[in-house]
């Protein structure tokens, strides 16, 4: 049994590993080629057809290339800022329940490979520890644009972390357990069941603190090209550049799952679609929304992200805690 | 066996991250250090299958040492040694040398004596998260109030001193006005 488990979670590991590595060297080529549609442009061509290799390609330069460390730079913090990213996108996996149970041979897979009862809170404050690679890189690299990309990150890590946390408390009050599991048999009942149609308003302030925290536009003050040259990640290339890039992409695979689960019914069956297919169509959908968002709006600048987190969503969060409280009193 | 390993990991992980806060001159890494001992500080909690006090380490500590950051990236260059002048004094390493001392004894009591127990165990029945909000709204109501209402106080008065010349924008005012108010 014990050693059954370890060589169970072992391979869960691996697999998770594996397969968000790939899954977020691939959404690199779809969010260009999506970006690409919606631009009138078309994208990768040349590498494999449909420049489906192009990802293959990026993956060998960026392995073969220099690992550059800049004389200034703090060495020890700059060398381990971006392992920090990427580990944590992947450590913040380690509670999601990706996938309805399924038996190999008798044998029955739980593809969780934590079930802890703060799965939750355990998703986002391991994701929240992810921006200290940013933060770090940027303080450690010995380069003034870096450290404005370390400051902005200071800040739009205060400014979403509670907007993040008030509004997923709404949705936690009404399931009444911190479990991914339970959010997601809460919702079983089908579509009418979702959260979302309940937490209508705590649905879109997750997802708006979801772009803050994965640093994607319209909140990436801290690459912002046009502003700080590259910010936190102007001293870095080869790996150490990509893999601030797979911790951001892996992050947006568990914003999704984790929006999925906790608002549009998770690893439930839709209609005829079975639960596993129709989780995994749920994230693309926001993967694509994280795209297409990128194609639609231009950057905000810092001061109009605090202002927004903190005089906007912040209330909003607050009134509709209290209003969910006052119903569920009452109701 | 797992939980033995990953016990004696984690202690001497945080005490090298600690040593490094302390003895260092270079900001970065002593904040740095004293992040990841923060966090790793978390590891026990879980040993002990104190999910939610592990979670809350974590989510708690992680932000409070963001704005320490934010403050050493405003007060002093980071990547340079920061020059101290603390000659030692015999009577801080008898001090802290006997303050530890303590520490580790009062948490070897329940080791040596029967006599301490908890005073509200874990039960299987409820869940560690439930079990902590049981005695935060019960026993220690008023603590927890006052804590609030004190916290509110703090949060209060931040926001009236920060906020007094917040309704004019510095970002949006032409460069001529700023200087006015510089020579002013």
């Given at each position: 049994m014990?050693?059954?488990?370890i ?6 590991i691996?697999?998770v590993?594996g397969?968000?590595?790939a ?7 779809v969010?260009r080629?999506v970006l ?5 442009r ?7 057809p449909y ?7 990026d993956g060998?330069k960026l392995?073969t290339k220099?690992?550059?460390i800049?004389q200034?730079?703090v060495?020890?913090i ?5 392992v920090?990213t ?24 739980r593809?969780i490979?934590s079930?802890?009862n ?5 998703v986002?404050?391991v ?5 200290y690679?940013?933060l770090?890189a940027?303080?450690a ?6 450290l404005?990309g ?5 800040i739009?890590f ?8 008030l509004s997923?408390?709404?949705p ?5 357990s911190?479990?991914?599991i339970?959010f ?8 009418g069941e979702?959260l979302v ?13 979801g772009f ?13 090209e046009?502003?700080?040259i590259?910010g936190y ?10 893999l601030f890039?797979?911790?951001?992409y ?14 549009l019914?998770?690893?439930n ?5 079975p639960g ?10 926001f993967?694509?929304l994280f795209?297409w968002?990128?194609a639609?709006w ?6 109009q ?6 005089k906007v969503?912040?209330?909003?969060a ?12 009452f109701f | 066996?797992?939980?033995v390993v990953a ?5 001497a992980?945080?005490?090298?991250m600690?040593?490094i ?6 900001a970065l890494?002593a904040m ?5 001992g923060m ?7 879980f040993?002990l299958?104190a999910d939610?006090?592990?979670v ?8 409070a ?5 934010a403050?050493?990236m405003?007060f ?11 000659p030692?004094k015999?009577?801080v390493f008898?001090l802290?040398?006997?303050?530890a001392?303590?520490l580790?004894l009062i948490?070897?009591?329940p080791i ?8 509200y ?11 902590v ?16 209402i004190m ?5 209060i008065?931040?926001i009236?001193?920060?906020s007094?010349?917040?309704?004019e924008?510095i970002?949006?005012k ?5 200087e ?5």
């Amino acid at each position: 049994m014990e050693t059954a488990f370890i060589i169970e979670t072992i391979v869960k590991i691996l697999v998770v590993l594996g397969l968000f590595s790939a899954l977020a060297g691939f959404a690199t080529y779809v969010e260009r080629k999506v970006l690409a549609f919606m631009q009138r442009r078309l994208g990768p061509m040349h590498v494999g057809p449909y420049g489906i290799l192009q990802v293959l390609a990026d993956g060998i330069k960026l392995f073969t290339k220099e690992d550059f460390i800049p004389q200034g730079a703090v060495r020890p913090i700059f060398m381990i800022a971006p392992v920090i990213t990427a580990a944590t996108a992947f450590i913040a996996m380690a509670a999601i329940p990706m996938f309805p149970e399924f038996t190999i041979g008798g044998y029955t897979v739980r593809p969780i490979i934590s079930d802890m009862n703060v799965g939750l809170l355990f998703v986002l404050g391991v994701m929240g520890i992810g921006l200290y690679g940013p933060l770090l890189a940027g303080m450690a690299s010995g380069n003034k644009w870096s450290l404005l990309g370390a400051a902005r990150t200071a800040i739009q890590f205060l400014s979403y972390e509670v907007v993040t946390g008030l509004s997923v408390l709404a949705p936690v009050m009404i399931v009444g357990s911190l479990s991914l599991i339970d959010f997601n048999n809460y919702q079983a009942g089908g579509v009418g069941e979702w959260l979302v149609w309940k937490q209508p308003i705590a649905f879109i302030l997750f997802l708006i603190a979801g772009f803050a925290e994965t640093n994607r536009t319209p909140f990436d003050l801290l690459e912002h090209e046009a502003e700080v040259i590259s910010g936190y990640a102007t001293e870095y290339s080869g790996m150490r550049w990509g893999l601030f890039f797979i911790g951001e992409y892996a992050n947006m695979f568990t914003i999704g799952f984790l929006a999925s689960l906790i608002f549009l019914g998770g690893f439930n069956d839709l209609w005829f679609i079975p639960g596993a297919i129709a989780i995994l169509l749920k994230v693309f959908f926001f993967i694509f929304l994280f795209i297409w968002a990128r194609a639609s709006w231009p950057h905000v600048r810092p001061d109009q992200l605090m202002w927004l987190c903190w005089k906007v969503l912040m209330p909003i969060a607050v009134v509709n805690v209290v209003i969910t409280g006052i119903v569920m009193m009452f109701f | 066996m797992f939980e033995v390993v990953a016990f004696y990991l984690f202690a001497a992980l945080t005490i090298v991250m600690f040593v490094i806060t302390v003895m260092s001159k270079n900001a970065l890494y002593a904040m740095s250090s004293l992040a990841a001992g923060m966090i790793f500080i978390s590891a026990f909690f879980f040993l002990l299958d104190a999910d939610f006090l592990g979670v809350v380490q974590i989510i708690v500590y992680s932000g409070a040492v963001m704005a320490l950051y934010a403050f050493a990236m405003m007060f002093m260059d980071t990547t340079k040694e920061v020059k101290e002048n603390n000659p030692p004094k015999r009577i801080v390493f008898f001090l802290s040398g006997m303050i530890a001392l303590l520490l580790v004894l009062i948490l070897l009591t329940p080791i040596i004596s029967d006599k301490v127990k908890a005073l509200y165990p874990m039960s299987d029945e409820i869940g560690n998260t439930e079990a902590v909000g049981i005695v935060l709204f019960t026993k220690y109501l008023v603590p927890f109030e006052v804590a609030a209402i004190m916290l509110l106080v703090a949060m209060i008065a931040g926001i009236i001193l920060a906020s007094k010349r917040m309704d004019e924008s510095i970002t949006l005012k032409i460069d001529q006005e700023i200087e006015q108010k510089g020579a002013e």
